[in-house]
T-cell receptor
Framework: EAQVTQNPRYLITVTGKKLTVTCSQN?????MSWYRQDPGLGLRQIYY???????DKGDVPEGYKVSRKEKRNFPLILESPSPNQTSLYFC?????????????????FGEGSRLTVL | LAKTTQPISMDSYEGQEVNITCSHN???????ITWYQQFPSQGPRFIIQ???TKVTNEVASLFIPADRKSSTLSLPRVSLSDTAVYYC????????????FGTGTRLQVFP
């Protein structure tokens, strides 16, 4: 079954304790991305990756790191979590468009990871 | 910097047609326009995508005027299960691969 898998789905942690949220896709997609969703603020992009070893900042990258060592995995790292990073996080992936076009935007999303930082 | 704007909420009744518009004034020449549906505590789900004019699939239609500065998602004959938040998605300008979601429209369908 084609899917994007995130882990953990739920996590409560404390300020400063490093954590990693994993994301894996089995569709051989080039593009992967992380979003956070907060009430009243919609979906905001944290980081994205156009392919292996290629990552770029989205709109809200502060406090986060990512890596793309393999095509299927795109972990989100919070080196020193703070309470303002309490949020619902979504990983997404997609194929890229034709060579002369950008990402087409047909994203496949994971089920989300609800993170609470105390 | 791209900015996409949608109405915050809309109400409808079962069986009616619902049209949700997204404004994306800074859309780049090669950007697609994509719409998603999201239920509480679930990831957004792809509905439809288009580049210009009109696109129709089994669940919705997407109307895009010639200037592409807006788009309208049309849901024919909505049912209670269409109650959800709907987002449009476009690129963040011609020189970036960032994608920007609209502000989202909460659709409530009543019996």
């Amino acid at each position: 079954e084609a899917q994007v898998t995130q882990n953990p789905r739920y996590l409560i942690t404390v300020t400063g304790k490093k954590l990693t949220v994993t994301c894996s896709q089995n569709m051989n997609h080039e593009y992967m991305s992380w979003y956070r969703q907060d009430p009243g603020l919609g979906l905001r992009q944290i980081y994205y990756s156009m392919n292996v070893e290629v990552t770029d900042k989205g709109d809200v990258p502060e406090g986060y790191k990512v890596s793309r060592k393999e095509k299927r995995n795109f972990p989100l790292i919070l080196e020193s979590p703070s309470p303002n990073q309490t949020s619902l996080y979504f990983c997404a992936s997609s194929f890229l468009g034709l060579a002369n076009q950008k990402n087409t935007g047909e994203l496949f999303f994971g089920e989300g990871s609800r993170l609470t930082v105390l | 910097l791209a900015k996409t704007t949608q109405p915050i909420s809309m109400d409808s009744y079962e069986g009616q047609e619902v049209n949700i518009t997204c404004s994306h004034n800074n859309i780049a020449t090669n950007d697609y326009i994509t719409w998603y549906q999201q239920f509480p505590s679930q990831g957004p789900r792809f509905i439809i995508q288009g580049y210009k004019t009109k696109v129709t699939n089994e669940v919705a239609s997407l109307f895009i005027p010639a200037d592409r500065k807006s788009s309208t998602l049309s849901l024919p004959r909505v049912s209670l299960s269409d109650t959800a938040v709907y987002y449009c998605l476009v690129g963040d300008g011609p020189n970036t691969d960032k994608l920007i979601f609209g502000t989202g429209t909460r659709l409530q369908v009543f019996p």
